[in-house]
């Protein structure tokens, strides 16, 4: 007998239960024990009907993805899934937590379902670089027809048991907290009716209703811009059109082959990896998992400008009440405008209601003086890049916060061990570095002092996922993770285009590896002063960085998106950048200027020396510690700067290009361009010499 799979019987009711925490997957186990106990259902002759139920937090969240890329055991889900479809006894499927790919899948393979008003259901497989492999794309269509099943199958989201229920994919809905419970009310509803045993696959309808439809060419044209780069949404529409072409067998074969296509590609092995990083990431070595955390209750914010007022954003949609100073009472009112701004917008899109704007507005209150600092559990300090500004700052914070507050800097680069020397509290203050726009990008890249206190890192760890961030714990060092890589690639950018390359071939090539914009348009974003404003802080500091282009950009005022005039040119209200031959005559003037003949350059050189910098440069990152694993680099990416989840991260990427060829390439970088940042890392020399990878290590 399965243990992770019981059979019981209840008056006339056959409860089959899955008990597989935490999320109740499709292992092998349960796929074998689900058989089991169909058998043991059917052979029962007391029970009329069988209920499908599960223990734990959810109802089947889907495939066990840790199977994804070993050998296919025995029962696959399809047979499970028909199995259950073909049982003479009526099968209820009793859904709580979520029901989500082979788990709504399941579900679509009983008689009926209920489900609890709480519960979500998705097939979500297309976020992992596939498609619903066990009937889902042909089933659901029977149930909810073309344009709902191809809104839920190429993006994956889930929905509410609600909205579930008037698709026609749920029978009942039940405002209850026990599943069981209310699937057994309708499993005796079924038995006391005499209710058959409705099979998905044998109702027309909606497949008659929608066939030959364009709806499909719609979805096909939408994808090409939303899913650029992507493979398996593409096939996902193969699939459901499929459900409209040929018989349901037929069907299921079609189904079957383009999901193997799937499963082979490179794609889904980047996305799956990238959905365990994701989940990896919030486990710290060296952290305990009961390590403290402190009470967070209220957040001050030191600077309304664009971060600042991003970052009180997120508190005040999580409830939690925010204090937001700047030192000059038009800065404030300028910040508190915008927020507010920011927030009608999205009142205006309908994602929020105009209480709710109200509510998160009220939750931040304003303030021109640091005293009002003296009760936060939390201070998040968002000024502009400059050492002795931000020093300055953190010595008040230290007379003014109570003790035990968290003091944290939004710094993207400078040390957090120098902050911290100006109070003396050094346990108390840690990195939190926020992407802009700070309250849209999921990434926070938390930065630890040598000398933060653990329960510190966990806080700062467990508010990132209070606020629906990603939270990465990475080390002290110049730009820490993201921006210390990001900087090599904006470096050896610049350079590329000194030699004579133009700025939209490199970005071009930038976006077509999937990042959503290229490393001049990213800086067009930013704003160009960040960048001038960060050489020129490390100019002073004595560093050898040689004048460029872009700084003479800078020097301009033309300082991208914001001055309508950066590298690119913008249209008053558009972010489209468009090439200005006034940029191109400027680089040429530069060359001339330095003595630069200007040559024609590959793409495959842009590639190499935009992506390859990074990985030496992620290699230095990982030998020192600064990332204690190759995912936590690739989670920076992904979250941080778009890097395309499909890729895995810029690690694994590098991985699947190949660690020996990239290091070869590196050296011979090293031997003909020379400069540290070519450099070769001692552990990318290492994995490449000992044929292993940074998913290795
Ligand atoms: N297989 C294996 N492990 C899974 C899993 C799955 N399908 N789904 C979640 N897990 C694991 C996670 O890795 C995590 O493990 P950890 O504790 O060791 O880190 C644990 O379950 C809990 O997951 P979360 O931290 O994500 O918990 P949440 O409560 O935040 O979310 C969830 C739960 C909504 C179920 C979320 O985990 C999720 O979205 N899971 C993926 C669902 C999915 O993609 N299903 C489709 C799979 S493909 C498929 O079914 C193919 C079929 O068509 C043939």
Redesign the pocket.
């Known amino acids: 007998m399965s243990e992770v799979v019981t059979y019981q019987r209840e008056g006339a009711i056959g409860v089959i239960t899955v008990n597989y925490p935490?999320?109740n997957?499709?292992?092998h186990a349960v796929r074998s024990g689900l058989l089991d106990a169909l058998k043991q259902g059917q052979a029962d002759a007391e029970a009329k009907a069988l209920l499908l139920v599960c223990e734990g937090?959810?109802f089947i969240?889907?495939?066990?993805?840790?199977e994804f890329g070993k050998p296919m055991q025995e029962p696959g889900?399809?047979t499970v899934v028909e199995a259950y479809e073909n049982s003479d006894k009526p099968i209820i499927a009793a859904i709580h937590?979520?029901a989500?790919?082979?788990?709504l899948?399941m579900a679509l393979g009983c008689h009926y379902r209920v489900a609890l008003e709480s519960a979500k259901v998705g097939?979500?497989?297309v976020?992992?670089g596939?498609?619903?492999?066990?009937g889902?794309t042909q089933r659901l269509p029977r149930l909810a027809g073309a344009q709902k099943s191809l809104e839920m199958i190429t993006t994956?989201d889930?929905i509410s048991a609600s909205d579930a229920l008037q698709a026609g994919i749920v029978d009942a809905v039940e405002a209850s907290s026990d599943a069981k419970a209310a699937g057994e009310q309708f499993a005796l509803k079924v038995i006391d009716e005499g209710k058959p045993a409705r099979r998905v696959r044998e109702l027309t309808d909606r497949i008659e209703a929608d066939k030959g439809s364009d709806v499909f060419e719609q979805f096909r044209t939408g994808l090409q811009k939303k899913a650029r780069g992507l493979f398996s949404p593409f096939k996902c529409v193969d699939a459901v059109e499929a459900a409209f072409q040929l018989p349901f067998e037929e069907g299921m074969k079609r189904e079957r082959e383009l999901?193997m296509e799937c499963m082979e590609s490179p794609q889904r092995a980047g996305l799956v990896h990238a959905?365990?990083a994701e989940?990896?990431v919030?486990?710290v070595p060296g952290l305990p998992k009961d390590t403290p955390v402190r009470d967070i209750k209220s957040v001050g914010i030191i600077g309304a400008g664009t971060m600042g007022g991003g970052i009180a954003m997120n508190f005040a949609n999580v409830g939690i009440p925010v204090r937001l100073l700047e030192v000059k009472q038009e800065a404030l009112d300028k910040g508190l405008a915008i927020i507010r701004r920011n927030y009608e917008n999205t009142a205006k899109k309908g994602r929020i209601t105009q209480a709710q704007v109200e509510e998160r507005m009220a939750l931040i209150q304003p303030t021109l003086a640091y005293e009002d600092f003296g009760d936060v559990d939390l201070v998040i300090e968002a000024v502009f890049e400059n050492m002795g500004i931000k020093k300055e700052i953190f010595g008040t914070l230290d007379k003014v916060c109570k003790q035990g507050a968290i003091l944290a800097s939004n710094t993207s680069t400078l040390d957090i061990d120098e902050i911290a020397s100006a109070t003396n509290r050094p346990e108390d203050v840690v990195g939190m570095h926020f992407f802009s726009p700070a309250n849209v990008m999921k990434l926070l890249e938390n930065v630890r002092g040598t000398k933060t206190a653990d329960d510190v890192k966990a806080t700062v760890m467990d508010i990132a996922k209070r606020i629906k961030k990603v939270g990465v714990l990475v080390g002290n060092c110049y730009g820490f993770v993201g921006n210390r890589m990001l900087h090599q690639r904006g470096a050896e950018a610049i350079k590329l285009v000194n030699e004579g390359a133009t700025p939209q071939q490199v970005d071009k090539v930038l976006t077509d590896l999937g990042f959503p914009m290229g490393q001049f348009a990213m800086s067009d974003l930013a704003g160009i002063d960040v960048g001038y404003r960060i050489r020129e802080e490390r100019r002073n500091a004595g560093e050898n960085i040689p004048p460029s282009w872009m700084d003479k950009l800078a020097e301009q005022g033309r300082l991208g998106q914001k001055t309508q005039a950066g590298t690119y040119l913008y249209e008053e209200g558009s972010r489209k950048p468009i090439p200005d031959p006034k940029v191109d005559a400027l680089i040429e003037e530069f060359r001339k200027e330095q003595g630069i003949e200007p040559r024609e350059i590959t793409d495959q050189e842009i590639l190499e020396r935009c992506m390859y910098v990074m990985i030496n440069e992620g290699a230095k990152i990982l030998e020192e510690g600064i990332a204690d694993r190759a995912l936590d680099v690739d989670i920076v990416w992904i979250y941080g700067y778009g890097f395309p989840a499909y890729r895995g991260g810029p690690m694994f990427w590098a991985d699947q290009v190949g660690v020996k060829e990239i290091y070869e390439t590196v050296k011979r970088f090293h031997d003909t361009l020379g400069g540290d940042q070519w450099k070769p890392a001692p552990l990318l020399e290492r994995l490449a010499k000992e044929g292993k990878t940074f998913g290795s290590l």
């Open positions: 935490p999320v997957a499709l292992s937090r959810t969240a889907g495939a066990d993805i840790r889900l399809p937590g979520t989500l790919g082979g788990g899948e097939l979500p497989e976020k992992l596939l498609l619903p492999g066990a889902g994956g889930f999901f959905f365990f989940r990896e919030s486990k």
